[in-house]
């Protein structure tokens, strides 16, 4: 292979992805749509150095092991001097890059957020493009992203009133561990990406607040690291991509127990990568605004013999794509003693089988919205289980996550039947817009939001948030924005 | 404590506030949140002199009996003269002064003032933003304030034709009381700020009408005065804040029957003060108004050791959190004779208790959607005791305020079971657009809408409303306004 | 009364309004409210001389038999010569005529109307901008009026294939005589407003097309000169206002019989007048344009002792509010032969006691939501009487107004039960936009509409169109228009 | 006649449309209404020479076969030299032809092309205006079209995790013949106008991939040339547009049986043309663009005697409308051993009269909303197919076409019932905007969406997609377009 600068410098799109890594030559075209991080971060460093990016959120040898031996082309030829290479950055800002510069000195004082919408305003204000589109984005049309919100618009409160509420106590036991509200972190990849201590600020600001972190397989900061920052009396939860590589991903599971991590939340709802073209198309907004925009040229190499190819999952998908109750969850139980959490169980046919399966608990999620398309809201998951079979909750704990964004939202999902409920994009966009003071922030207002809220409901400890104070009403409430920093 | 004025005007926001009142100094950082009136009126003053705002509306000695004695920090020191200090006061307009005084002189002639929406529309825009914010603001997001409102667009008419209505009587009573209309002044707060004759605009022109005014116990103007203004045949009812001091709320109690009032509104819905983000947000869009918009400085401290604090209601909460059906009624029962009403009934659980509880009356309201957000709108509670539990009806006088508008909402209001309805905000809305013709104005807009839409129902009295005539569709009706002033 | 120009210019608003007709001077300030065309035409020549607008659509002695002799002030003193009144004249344009002048030469050619929505496009552009307000205006907010129409949104078909339709008939009879279409004009008064022939452009539209029309009591061209313009197989219904003085209702009566209407469509639905804001305001909505717009002078007369009157009917109230099952029927059969229809049935209730009062139909309608507000939609009515009483259908005929606007509207409303649907405000456009060329195009395009319509549905006849083929749906369709000329 | 181009430029419009072909002379205003591609096609013409738009397009005779004798004007008389005819033809680009070839240049790169959103936005803005009309067309007020796509909103999935899919087989039967993914083409005319190589696009690109296309009797490519371009393995299917001349399709089919296409999709839904007000006013928005609008002059003939003219269908209706199961089916089956497909059922009813009549399968279609307005959605229909008479499932193959634009709309499909669905417009957009390579990619992007939502659904195969994985919710989801290229 002509690993010269010129010749890498050619591949640098989606259909021809060379990359360099500490001074070794890489294709990751096929990858690129295996990623867990999506492929626009690394297309951002295509045809040239992105061992900047890479090295501080990868563990060591993580890209040998996801690449054949044919697609790593070998050390880098440096032609050309150091200098000569260092010519060749370009030294001007982007237009995106003077825009987060001229954002971050424009952030509002800390003391005048209000609420996570304003955090999230801020967060997409100051990141890169890239970077809040891999956040923020869904799959397709983003139907199952915005209705995961617009579920706890349906819901209303059946106010108590004549109750003391002097004392008002919202902290709840999780898998037998305490947290002083019925939230917890979950997990969510890439914090690095919005800032340099990554989920750092998330693990320093839960530890001051009593709140649980769940703590992803990719997480950008390793996970040793996390379990050495935590306080004593801290509890960290692992969120575990099981791959196809079983011996892998027992020694992972056996490493996350041994460092002190206290549950399993096997991710089950993401045996594929999702749709999320908001993600895909970020690199060309960039080009776009740099006035660089592509276009057609007739004659274009696209046409295929094989269209579709063969049925089997992509050779180079990272996730095990045969998970199966018969198998996974005895793999599970006979490598750790630690409580086993299914995250992404979507319907109330799978509650009951993880029920029967006998696992601690399930999240219901549909992975932000960015997974399958249409997935019913968790919210709307969770009232089936409490209508159709309300047994479930008496055999586990049952969380969800997914659009939740205020106090109300966390105390309707804990009426129906929740234990406690997960967030995870806010957490990063506190990060991305004030490290682990915003994080601090964001804990503060759900605390504030949540016991105003229980007070008003007449309610003076989790025990009194009954499905009773809970209506599903039958027609569409609005919702507007109201006010903004 | 260096009360100079140097000093205090470096204690200037919400991180650190103090004020000057009738040459005393105080420190009413923690008592903020607190307000019953809100912050952002406070902070106006904050490191200056509040002496004009305070002294016409409230009653003397209030702040000190509200702040711990640490807080009042003692007299102020002048170490410049009178003269110097007045040269210190802007003398220059704000934008929004200068806002308002343009439009003040150009509100619309009262003649061509159709209907409440016209009236709110005037008020906004000749109000003081901080004002407007502060009595136009609901909570959260504010699905419970739009929701109150949009309540109404559900239920259609089954008018009735052939029935002869050259006679149309809208008069009713009201725990015993004349009323010309079934409509009432809900309590609400603060009138003062609206127009310096304050709720006393409500009194005057409620005489004249033949309707009954709920006075609030923060009301502007001192209650006595009130009582002292009102015709021999005219009614006014008392609501009641129940404070942890129970021989203070004794106190006013007996007070308020002294002086005429002839029923208590005891409000049940506001054990603590509800998130309003309109009125906290006011003050800065002041600032941003005025060019002098504050950013983030890396470094601000905010970091804490416990996040959360105790469990226990803020030390300074002014309300009493402890009421309860066990006590609460009996205290009251025990030291006046005065009919009692519960304020801020929202579910019909809590109705049927009341009815136990032998209360004359209960008010179906989420306190205008500026205490819980996603509580039920009222009238959906009044729907569903309607439909699950009418024997209510049967057993005390049931009343709802929030969102009505229109004679139509009072009347439809009426037909479900309610025996009146309460409105507040409008009031404000009126009386600071043209003072008592304003509020005279609104009077006669609703006595014409209720007449002619009985008419056209085929009603000849409040007998004729009955829940026959009324329909809730399972559609979602489109509301948009029509024209504006 | 000092009736010279100089003191009637004086009285030139709602507080006190006086006009000049053929030289003789009316305090109209009471009568205002009661004018069945609004008061906003008559506002138009306060403090002036009306007689060009009164005396082409009025009977002689109009306004004497509705004014009390105090209000008939006397003949109009001259001091000045017809020259200096003249004078007085504006002689330049307003704004507004300006604007109809140009869009009359702007309207496009009649072969590329393609729809009643085009019509009434056309038709907003080339009226006066009072007469547009007028003609289009609903009560208070416009959801009777909004909600009319999208009934009919709800409504989807069952379309049947493989059926005969090369022959498609698509006429019926309405109370036994011939109509070439399942649809009438329905009441609609002041076309003269639009164009100086008035109803006569219907008339003459209607005897070529087959279409019956139903003529208004206060039709702006006499009800003679309509009866006379007919052709011999021409057919013509009377709408009727009773008034309270009823001899002279049985005087027009006997009157509309002799001149050879076919039946009585008696209106129920207007006891009094309903509260519609756009006309109202559209007068000062012309101010505001002229660069003529007032403003609100402190202290302005507007404090009353007695602020709501008596509860009785306003006494210059021009139709009778003690309509009557019981004596309103019986009176009206002692006087005419010719069938009678109840026009403003809203309910099926009132549905059920027109067919035991034995009258020949019922005109299901809400004014086109001009009277009450909240009433609901015709078609809903129609589906109630299907579900509820599916028995009425046989009792009488049973039509609807209100909403309809397309072929495919009439066609749902035939199948649900209705025996013809009528069309008001569609023929006011029609010939405000091009008169008798108008009424002509909208009879063809919705002849079109019905009959490709009808094959698509599988219908060859009117008999075709049963309940099966319509359902109501439990969503939402959305509402967006396409295309516009 | 007089055929000199002076006397023909004079019949340019609707009322009266003239244009040559091949140097003959054709009165096609009659014709105008019944043409199959619509009238503003033809209109585009009027006036002028056709040849260049029909010729390539059209079998030979297909005018003369479609006129009478009488409409058969006679040879182009040339009073003026050929030099002169070609002076008269605008030299310049319109507006329009200069927008079509600026926007060709502006096509992103096909790699860029996310979804079949994008497709379509590509599309219309490389088309002229009047073919992007005719193509998105629907009827009346395009409900039907609208509701067709919003009815897939409304159903979710219950994913199921824990489901071995490494190996995941989206492919089918369709009539017995092998489909690579559940989908077919659904007949859509003129492809020609999109490209020059229309139909034949299609072809090309669904042989490699494995698809089955459906051609229409219409086809702008004659179908031997189609049937010419297939691959061995590759099927094609046929529409059949019944016409009066029941002789001329027997011939049709006949063929069309003889070349090779294995089954026939009788079209029901089209005994007359849908009102498709887009596409008639296209003509009218190309003149405004030209600044060549036309006004209404007073005058202007347009009263007729007889408005409405005969109830019998226009005479020049091309298609059959006297269709019927007792004797369209029988003469089918007479004339061909293919299977027999219904396209265009609409109701359950008629659903159960195909099984009845023993066909092999039936399209559930509204013509993709160009016929019925609201008619109701294809996927609604299915759905009501599966709650009241499943059985229908066993005794014939059920297809949807209508709105389908995700590889989720495939699936939900096929869960309640669908043996496969059908897309149209989408395939013309895709020719339209990148000929063949566009239909391509169109099939690589349904292919890759329907394979990971099937994964994330836990489905390894078209067996697992089952009515229990789908659920109808009860609100309303909200759509919004997310990025765009």
Redo the contacts between chains.
Sequence with gaps: MDCTTEEIAKHND??SCWIIIKNNVYDVTEFLSVHPGGPSIILKYAGGDATSAYDPIHPPDTIQKNLSPSQCLGPLITTTSTTDWKDRVPVEQTQDEMRVEREM????????V??LADIEDIAKRVLPYPVQAFYSA?T????SL??NT?AF???????????????????TKILGYDS??PVFVSGAAQAILGHPEGELNITRACG???IIQMVCTFASIPRARIAAAILPSQTLFFQLYKITDTAASTKVVREAEELGYKGIFLT??A?????R??D??SL??MEEQEGKT????EG?P???????GS???NRRNVFD?????RE?IPWLRSITKLPIV?K???????AV?AAEAGVEGILLS?HGGR??????PPL?VLYRIRQQRPDVFDKLEVYIDGGIR?G?DVI?AICIGAKAVGLGRPFLYALSA?G??GV??L??IL???I???M???GAASIRDLTP??V?R???????????K?
């Design positions: 989606a259909s000195k424009h952030r509002p004082p800390l003391n005048r209000l609420n869904g397709d049309d983003e139907f915005r209705e617009r618009d349906r819901f209303f409160f059946h106010a108590r009133v004549m109750r003391p509420v002097s004392t008002c106590d919202p902290s002083s509200l001051n607040a009593g089950v709802d045996v594929v990568v999702g749709n073209e908001k895909v198309r060309w907004v592509q276009y057609y040229v274009d696209e046409a295929t013999t094989n269209l579709f049925s089997a999952v794509p045969d998970l199966s109750w996974t299914l992404g169980i979507q319907c109330v046919e799978d089988l549909n997974q399958l398309e249409s997935s019913l709307e205020r109300t309707k004030y682990e003071g601090i922030k804990l503060e605390h504030r939001e016991t105003i809220s007070r008003l409901l009773e104070v209506e009403v039958d027609w569409e409430p609005v919702r507007r924005r109201i006010g920093l």
